[in-house]
């Protein structure tokens, strides 16, 4: 069956620097992977997503991921951190043995960005 | 991009009531919705998936019973807590998948149901 699991369940980082969110997976097969982020009391809006091709995928408000098969992760990364980027970040994967139609995410990392 | 609404974003109910909560795409056909749970904290839990036109597919705990999941066109799904209890109070939030499999999924905004 796959997973994700996403090892920190809050990262704290001062604006202007670095993040990183990390996400490892376990499937079988080639995954299809996603990150998401949810702003309190709303749904989940996507991020990007990595299908095939290029490892490095950028995605909406500057963030980008790193597809690495042999460590089986996805980790979320953005150069400066901005206070508006503080959320809640969900990676999720799709697998083959499910026909790619079953979304399965990982437990959710709260990112927290102070001024 | 593709918009999914959810319909109430919130709602209170007495103990023992039904509840029905609607999701739209707006801008697309969802051949599959997907509804979800998801606590304090937590992260989403499937509860269904649905494709147009057939029974949906609970995931094991889930009682069918219980939450009615209707999905009557490509552009609408509902889901109905029957006989709503308080411990049904969560967020539910619906998302909708184009047909293609590397399409992602697009999520409702969400329904704060509150079971008093």
């Known amino acids: 069956a796959q997973s994700v699991a996403q090892p920190e369940d809050q990262v704290n980082v001062a604006e202007g620097n670095p993040l990183t969110v990390k996400c490892t997976y376990s499937?079988?097969?080639?995954?299809?992977l996603f990150w998401y982020v949810q702003y309190p009391n709303r749904g989940l809006q996507f991020l990007l997503k990595?299908?095939?091709?290029?490892?490095l995928v950028k995605g909406s408000y500057g963030f980008e991921a790193e597809f690495n098969k042999s460590q089986t992760s996805f980790h979320l990364k953005k150069p400066s951190a901005l206070v508006s980027d503080s959320a809640l970040y969900f990676c999720?994967?799709?697998?083959?043995?499910?026909?790619?139609?079953?979304?399965?995410f990982g437990k959710g990392t709260m990112l927290l960005v102070s001024p | 991009g593709a918009v999914v609404s959810q319909h109430p974003s919130r709602v209170i109910c007495k103990s023992g009531t039904s509840v029905k909560i609607e999701c739209r795409s707006l801008?697309?056909?969802?051949?599959?919705m997907f509804w979800y749970r998801q606590f304090p904290k937590k992260s989403l839990m499937l509860m269904a998936t649905?494709?147009?036109?057939?029974?949906?597919?609970?995931e094991q705990g889930v009682e069918k019973d219980k939450f009615l999941i209707n999905h009557a066109s490509l552009t609408l799904s509902t889901l109905t807590v029957t006989s709503a209890h308080p411990e049904d109070s969560s967020f539910y939030i619906c998302?909708?998948?184009?047909?293609?499999?590397?399409?992602?999924?697009?999520f409702g905004p969400g329904t704060r149901l509150t079971v008093t």
């Open positions: 998302s909708a998948k184009p047909g293609l499999a590397g399409e992602g999924q697009y």
């Open positions: 499937v079988s097969g080639n995954p299809y």
């Open positions: 990595y299908i095939t091709g290029d490892n």
């Open positions: 999720a994967v799709r697998a083959p043995n499910s026909g790619y139609s079953t979304l399965t």
């Open positions: 801008d697309f056909q969802a051949t599959t």
């Open positions: 649905s494709n147009e036109g057939s029974k949906a597919t609970y």
